[in-house]
């Protein structure tokens, strides 16, 4: 029986180091946003390396469900590194023969680091509306939620990834706790866009927390943005 796992995330979290954590695991097979391509071609987002990403995956996101996240694979655990904001004009059936969790960041902090690479952003850009969608169909279905907020998994690795890693049924590994640094086999061709600092990461690194502030005309979208965010952090795991 494969364990497929969705970790949906908002940008600029710490979804790329996730990712990197469960490729060490010997048993799991990683995969880098699988429906980006779908993304942009169903909302004509503007994101640098738009045509490269839309050359380099399937477009059509039922045929990736299909073929990909529901697909064959050698490994007995699949990781799906998936952005929550890509889950558009898409049947979210398939997320029942999943285990999915919601991985969140400060509103604050994804706004003004993603405002560099995509200065019109909004709130739809960071996922958080979705993530909200996806806690209430858990609740509905009487499922305990698995929630991660980034701020918390930076502050205590270990002690997170054991507890989350006993959510999901599996054995904890060491392995996850370092990865070696530079670009990894898995990485999207959107990488060279966005991931230089996770480039240079070998593991979850809390270092000093931003104090940049938030641009004034992007002060409502995180206004907006925060109620969705609290909403979810009560669920948040904690050790």
Known sequence: ??????????PRNISTSFMYAFGQRADTKVFDEPIYAHYLRVTGRQHPGRAEVLASQDPDGEAVVRDVILGDHPTTVVFFKQMAQHAVDLDLDFLKSCRNM?????????????????PDVGVADTGLSIQVELLEAMLAAGEEPLVVDSAALLASPEPMLRLLCGRLGLPFDPAMLSWPAGPKPADGVWAKHWYASTHRSTGFEAGVPSTEPVPTYLRPVVAEARSLYERLVAYALAV
């Open 1 to 10: 029986m494969t364990l497929r796992i969705n970790c949906w995330s908002g």
């Open 102 to 118: 919601l991985l969140i960041r400060d509103p604050e902090r994804v706004v003004t680091s993603f405002a560099k690479n995509v």
